[in-house]
């Protein structure tokens, strides 16, 4: 052992720069305790066609805590990239057997082969459990007191589309050396990496990395032997002055040397020798095909590196991310390195942040409209305050990294871009592009996420979510919405100062949640527990509401309007209510309820006060600055806020406090009515517990009117999983109604098998035979029917499956009488993984003295109560009534579309191999050909079954073989038309060669 700061030879060919105590020792003494201090030095070359790190680490450890130590411990992240490792397998546990199925050539793998002390040759003892090393010390390490451990280590950065990953020869290198554990007041942190996020000590670090010449390197910290490496042309635009974005180097614009001693010379070796201090990690990405610009804020230097092809996008990026620069030090303190880094990454990981670099994901196509471009600049610049430089435990507690993040980035956005708007750029005409914006984003997810019913607190371990789906919007979105709301409960200006503190004080140290909240407290100069306990610590909610309003007359004139408001707050945390009054005259006041009055009162509270005149009406929070639950208990006025909207197919943000009424005109032609001409619409609010969608519109031929309305309600206070529908229809001949209840079982932890229940009544009327498609297959109907769906999926290893059970019945009717059972099952197989498979099979049984046709099974597919549920379907005409057409469903077997057999008995079997292109991905040299405009797919299918009105017999099956054609779907994901050719069937019709090109149409998959 030796002292801290003693002099030592040099334990590899690297100086270690441990020169004076590190910054933060002279930092705010006291306050935040003791840390860790910690110095690496590496000397490490690239093996491009490996995508290999190797070389040697020499780590200086400084142990100021008060405790002494026997053993180190360190992180060997990249093992997790690989099959069998904890992180794999925990991943399987939900059900994602990425890394599970990850082949030998694309894992990743990090070994330290030996280690030892600097001031001795013996080998130490490495223990590796997956991405935990543990290196018992020779002596213990008393508090105070250093040492100096060499390693030398191997790695090999997986291709995944994580935080590090591969693109070209190059890599993006994350995680990639074998990081010291943080030892700090609650022990040693040697959690097994599970895919969330990190914690590391702050230190200095001096790397050496050495790779081909061809390569560019972008990295923490400051490269120190530029003019070594860098070609003259590079240093001389380096060099220049100003603070507008320049080009460093574009790699589009270079051709190689014809010589090829000069070629050979660009691909030589090189060694980038780089310094970074007061950091708690270190970064680097290399690549050889970069365009390279820099901007300049405040002498701080912002460097973007990215790919030709989103040079559109990216080349006015570099002056963004200084603007953006300079945001954020107004805002929250000052940025004290000298440059920060943008790279734009194709590995697919989104965006992910390191000092002094982050890794951008390209977005292409959306970027015309959106603004994400910017948000993922804005949101992972902001990272370098907190994480970067408030260096919490983001795997214990990310809402301190992620959730103060997303709040810096919805700041940068709206310093800007503005408060409105600043998701989407301004695009005409306004009617047709609806706008968005960061803040009511976040408001949107947090609303919606509470009412999944699947919340959990914020401060839940990254690794302990019980439905890993909550994370997300557990530490992004409620705690980016938590502090606005405080901001708005505190004052602007004192919350935004407080932050600034927390920040100053934190800075380079490591906060936990209770630090926090302690410090924004007293910097606050109130304590706000009952919020950050309420939101932060438990699944706490705001919902507050206006039970009434009562305004006494003047008791004399001029002495204002005695009112009575009568409040209710739901939610968990009773807040300050902002209040908004208004009369006839163009009079308004706001008046703050005080929290207070809900106290004593369990949440139903009676305040009064004097306005100076006479309301007429009452709103509670018009500003929306509370996340209020539900909105529409909140004025005094009965009726809803509507704002209609043209659906545009795309993106439809919803407002908050407003339901949202998307229309479109619909166009429809069916023989009876000839062209039916209508609107379809769809209305509902950010979290709807009411919701209405429908169509109505009027046969140009009669002409007639129709419409089918559906009403959706959802308790979201007793169980928001559970949904009432009611449906009433009066159009294509029919006249009926249906009355439902879904609930969903089993989906509060996301793995195992999803449940779902539906049961309802139903009745139809058909009024007009001539309307549907095969009115003989109807009955009159006019009866009630009462139906039970049990449905169930599950995501096994490389088998979807799904199943369902259906009971339906009569319900009192005496013109008919039946009971039927139905169940399918179909399993999407992805063994082979160039030829994935679906099987399914389906069996039926309907009994009774007064069987319906419609309620019959059908052997070709979907019987005439299918077929009403599709509108290609419904009616005569709107598909040629002549073709040879069917739906998918019962028995599915194409090839008898021409004589549709049913019976009260079916069973079936179908398999189809779809493919994503006309000639499938097992067909050499022909799969290359590609046709664009609607992108053909094709299968291959194979059908069993048999209907019958007595018992099933084998002999008695009916078979077909053949091949299909579809388009890829044409709206959204929606509307697949499809041919198949079932090219061989048996029977045969009398006389028929059962081998014959038949051809039957559809719309959608077959199942
Ligand atoms: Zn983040």
């Avoid at 959730?403 to 709206?414: D, N």
């Avoid at 206006?546 to 009773?574: F, N, Q, Y």
């Avoid at 994901?973 to 069937?985: E, F, G, M, N, V």
Wanted: one cysteine or more; glycine letters at 8%.
């Amino acid at each position: 052992m030796i002292q801290a700061r003693s002099s030592f030879s040099s334990c590899i060919a690297i100086v270690l720069l441990l020169g004076s105590a590190p910054a933060w020792g002279q930092h705010t003494p006291g306050i935040p305790g003791w840390q860790q201090d910690v110095h690496y030095s590496f000397s490490v070359s690239y093996a491009p066609q490996k995508f290999e790190i190797a070389g040697q680490e020499t780590l200086a450890y400084w142990n100021l805590s008060p405790d002494t130590l026997s053993e180190l411990y360190f992180h060997l992240y990249l093992n997790a990239y690989r099959p069998g490792s904890h992180m794999a397998r925990y991943d399987a546990s939900h059900e994602d057997w990425r890394v599970q199925d990850l082949p030998p050539k694309r894992r990743g793998s990090e070994r330290i082969e030996s280690a030892r002390i600097l001031s001795s040759e013996d080998s130490l003892a490495v223990e590796t459990d997956d991405t935990i090393a543990r290196v018992a010390l020779p002596e213990a390490l008393a508090p105070g007191e250093s040492v100096i451990v060499c390693l030398s280590f191997r790695s090999m950065i997986p291709d995944v589309p994580e935080r590090m990953g591969r693109s070209g020869k190059g890599i993006f290198a994350a995680q990639w050396y074998p990081k010291v554990c943080v030892y700090d007041r609650f022990g040693w942190h040697t959690e097994q990496h599970l895919g969330s996020e990190f914690y590391g000590d702050f230190g200095a670090y001096d790397v050496r990395i050495s790779l081909p010449g061809s390569f560019l390197v972008a990295h923490t910290g400051t490269l120190l032997n530029a003019a070594e490496i860098l070609p003259d042309s590079i240093l001389s635009r380096l060099a220049a002055p100003g603070d507008s974005a320049v080009t460093i180097w574009d790699r589009s614009r270079f051709t190689m040397p014809a010589d090829s001693a000069q070629r050979a010379a660009i691909g030589l070796p090189r060694t980038w020798v780089i310094h970074a201090d007061s950091v708690h990690d270190f970064a680097w990405a290399c690549e050889e095909k970069w365009i390279w610009r820099r901007a300049r804020w405040n002498g701080i230097e912002i460097h973007t590196y990215h790919r030709a092809s989103d040079a559109k996008r990216w080349n006015e990026m570099a002056a963004e991310g200084a603007r953006m620069m300079e945001a954020m030090n107004h805002r929250f303190g000052p940025y004290p390195y000298p440059r920060f880094s943008f790279v734009e990454e194709p590995i697919g990981a989104g965006g992910v942040e390191f000092p002094n670099i982050v890794w951008i994901t390209p977005r292409r196509g959306s970027s015309t409209v959106s603004r994400r471009l910017e948000y993922l600049f804005a949101h992972e610049l902001a990272h370098n305050w907190f994480y970067g430089m408030v260096g919490n435990n983001e795997t214990a507690q990310a809402f301190l990294d992620e959730g103060l993040t997303s709040y810096s980035e919805t700041a940068v956005m709206e310093t800007l871009y503005g408060r409105e708007g600043n998701l989407t750029r301004p695009q005409k005409p306004g009617w047709l592009h609806p706008t968005d914006d960061s803040r009511r984003a976040a408001w949107r997810n947090y609303l919606e996420f509470q009412a999944s019913g699947i919340e959990e607190p914020v401060v839940t371990h990254s690794d302990r979510f019980k439905n890993p789906a909550a994370y997300y919007p557990s530490v992004y979105h409620k705690a980016n919405v938590g502090l606005w709301t405080l901001r708005s409960i505190a004052g602007e200006e004192r919350f935004d100062g407080a932050l600034r503190q927390y920040f100053e004080t934190w800075r380079f140290h490591h906060p936990y949640a209770e630090d926090f909240f302690a410090t924004m407290n007293h910097a606050l100069g109130a304590s706000y527990d009952w919020f950050w306990s309420g939101w932060f610590l438990r699944t706490d909610a705001i919902d507050v509401g206006l039970r009434g309003v009562r305004v006494a007359k003047e008791t004399s004139p001029g002495t204002g309007s005695p009112v009575t408001l009568r409040l209710r707050s739901r939610g968990g945390i009773d807040p300050p209510v902002p209040v908004r009054f208004r009369d006839g005259n163009g009079h308004e006041a706001v008046r703050v309820v005080p929290r207070e009055v809900f106290l004593p009162a369990a949440g139903d509270a009676e305040y009064r006060l004097t306005l100076p005149f006479k309301p007429t009406e009452a709103e509670v929070d018009p500003k929306f600055t509370l996340p209020d639950l539900s909105r529409n208990d909140n004025r005094t006025s009965p009726w809803p806020r509507v704002q209609p909207m043209l659906d545009n197919w795309r993106s439809s943000p919803k407002p908050l406090g407003k339901t949202l009424l998307l229309w479109r005109p619909d166009l429809w032609y069916q023989t009876k009515d000839g062209v039916q001409a209508g609107a379809a619409f769809d209305a509902s609010t950010v979290r709807w517990e009411r919701a209405l969608q429908g169509l109505v519109g009027v046969g140009a031929r009669e002409p007639r009117p129709f419409a089918d309305l559906e009403a959706r309600v959802r308790s979201l206070a007793a169980e928001p999983r559970r949904i009432a529908r009611a449906r009433g229809y009066n159009m294509d001949g029919h006249r009926g109604f249906r009355l439902s209840m879904t609930e969903d079982l089993g989906s509060k932890i996301e793995r195992g098998f999803r449940w779902t229940l539906q049961a309802g009544v139903d009745l139809d009327r058909l009024y007009d035979t001539g309307d549907p498609r095969r009115p003989a297959e109807w009955s009159p109907g006019g009866h009630a029917n009462l139906e039970g769906t049990l449905s169930s999926t599950r995501k096994f290893h490389r088998v979807r499956w799904a199943g369902s059970v259906r009971l339906r019945g009569d319900l009192l009717s005496e013109s008919v009488s039946y009971g039927s059972i139905y169940a399918t099952t179909t399993a999407d197989v992805s063994a082979l993984p160039r030829f994935p498979i679906v099987l399914r099979a389906a069996v039926g049984r309907v009994r009774g003295s007064a069987i319906p046709p419609e309620e019959r099974f059908y052997l070709a597919g979907a019987g005439p109560r299918g077929e009403w549920g599709s509108r290609w379907f419904r009616s005569r005409g709107t598909i040629p009534t002549h073709w040879n057409a069917a739906l998918g469903g019962d028995g599915n077997v194409r090839a008898f579309a021409d004589t549709r057999p049913s019976g009260t008995t079916l069973v079936a079997v179908n398999a189809e191999s779809r493919s994503s292109r006309l000639i499938p991905a097992w067909v050499p040299v022909l799969s290359k050909l590609h046709i664009p405009v609607i992108e053909p797919r094709s299968s291959v299918f194979a059908d069993a079954g048999e209907v019958s009105d007595g018992d099933v017999a084998l002999r008695d099956m009916a078979a077909d073989l053949g091949v299909g054609i579809r388009t890829k779907p044409l709206f959204r994901s929606h509307l697949t038309l499809r041919a198949d050719l079932p090219l061989y069937r048996t029977p045969p019709e009398p006389g028929e060669n059962p081998w014959k090109l038949r051809a039957v149409f559809s719309v959608g998959e077959a199942f």
